[in-house]
């Protein structure tokens, strides 16, 4: 499963087939903004991993192509714990979430010249009370995208997604000096 999900493309896939149960390869490579043949070798892996099942669809509609095949996910949503099942999900997590990053941040950053996007980096020395803040405005935020994800899912629009949302707030592991300068009273 994990050999398959390592490419963020093939995840994309996973979500879209989740998303819309029945979807052919055409419609992924509209929503995914990819050609189908492309979208064919990530498919061919999900499906050998048990994560998609294909059902063809030729006899019944007399089509060839990609509307011949449409797929379905043996999945519902990505369980809790997906990512802590094996001893290795810590690199895992953290490749994955790179990868991702790097993805909305390459899409970003042009956007935050056109002011478009907002996008703030520091490290900084915090109090607990301002942690535990910053987490409950997050948990909103990720009310706010589930909200976002149902309501994709109970229309089952795949059209491409119009926001990258990354946020994140961790304690750092090496010493690390805050972010501006120190001429501050009281720093």
Request: with cysteine; charged share 25%.
């Amino acid at each position: 499963m994990w050999a398959a999900l390592r490419s963020l493309l093939r995840m994309q896939i996973l979500e879209a087939i989740i998303a819309r149960p029945g979807i052919d390869a055409r419609m992924l490579a509209d929503a995914l903004e990819s050609s189908a043949p492309r979208l064919y070798y990530h498919i061919k892996i999900l499906v050998r991993s048990g994560l998609v099942v294909e059902e063809s669809l030729g006899e019944r509609r007399r089509a060839r192509g990609p509307e011949a095949t449409v797929y379905r996910a043996r999945i519902e949503r990505f369980p809790t714990g997906f990512l802590d099942a094996d001893p290795r999900a810590d690199v895992r997590r953290q490749l994955l979430v790179r990868e991702l990053a790097n993805q909305g941040l390459t899409h970003a950053l042009p956007q935050i010249r056109a002011e478009r996007a907002t996008a703030v980096f520091r490290h900084e020395v915090m109090l607990e009370s301002e942690r535990t803040q910053i987490q409950t405005y997050i948990a909103s935020i990720v009310q706010i995208l589930d909200a976002a994800r149902h309501r994709r899912h109970t229309t089952n629009g795949l059209g491409g997604a119009n926001a990258f949302v990354g946020i994140c707030i961790s304690p750092v592991t090496e010493p690390t000096l805050p972010d501006g300068l120190l001429d501050q009273p009281n720093v």
